[in-house]
Nanobody
Framework: QVQLVESGGGLVQAGGSLRLSCAAS????????IGWFRQAPGKEHECVAG?????YYAESVKGRFTITRDDAKNTVYLQMNSLKPEDTAVYYC????????????????WGQGTQVTVSS
C-alpha cells in the first residue's frame, strides 16, 4: 500500500517555473514507478512524465519538465519550466509496482492532486 501527497502547485505567469513534489508513504518506494498526470477542465487525464529506472516525457512537455526521484526521501519531483497557459490543470502523481505507463488505469495509487494555473 502506498499513499501519495502532492504539493507545490500554485499560480504562475507564463514563462515561470514551479516544482511539484509527490511524497509517498509505505515500504519499498524505490520499487514503484511514478507517473505525473494532469487533467484540465473538460479534458482527459494526460500522462506528462513518468519514472522508474528511466524517465518518460510527453511531447507537450519535453524539454520543459524534468522528473526526478529521491528514494531516500520517498519523494518524486516534477520541475516545470517555461510554463504555458495550456499547462493549466490539476496535477496528480500516481504509483504502480512495475515500469511506468502512460495509461492511468494501470496505476492503483493516486494522490489528491494539486492545482497549477498559468496566467498569460
Amino acid at each position: 500500500q502506498v499513499q501519495l501527497v502532492e504539493s507545490g502547485g500554485g499560480l504562475v505567469q507564463a514563462g515561470g517555473s514551479l516544482r511539484l513534489s509527490c511524497a509517498a508513504s509505505g515500504r519499498a518506494f524505490s520499487t514503484y514507478a511514478i507517473g505525473w498526470f494532469r487533467q484540465a477542465p473538460g479534458k482527459e487525464h494526460e500522462c506528462v512524465a513518468g519514472i522508474s529506472y528511466s524517465p518518460y516525457y510527453a511531447e507537450s512537455v519535453k524539454g520543459r519538465f524534468t522528473i526526478t526521484r529521491d528514494d531516500a526521501k520517498n519523494t518524486v519531483y516534477l520541475q516545470m519550466n517555461s510554463l504555458k497557459p495550456e499547462d493549466t490543470a490539476v496535477y496528480y502523481c500516481a504509483a504502480r509496482s512495475s515500469n511506468w505507463s502512460t495509461n492511468r488505469l494501470m496505476y492503483p495509487y493516486w494522490g489528491q492532486g494539486t492545482q497549477v494555473t498559468v496566467s498569460s
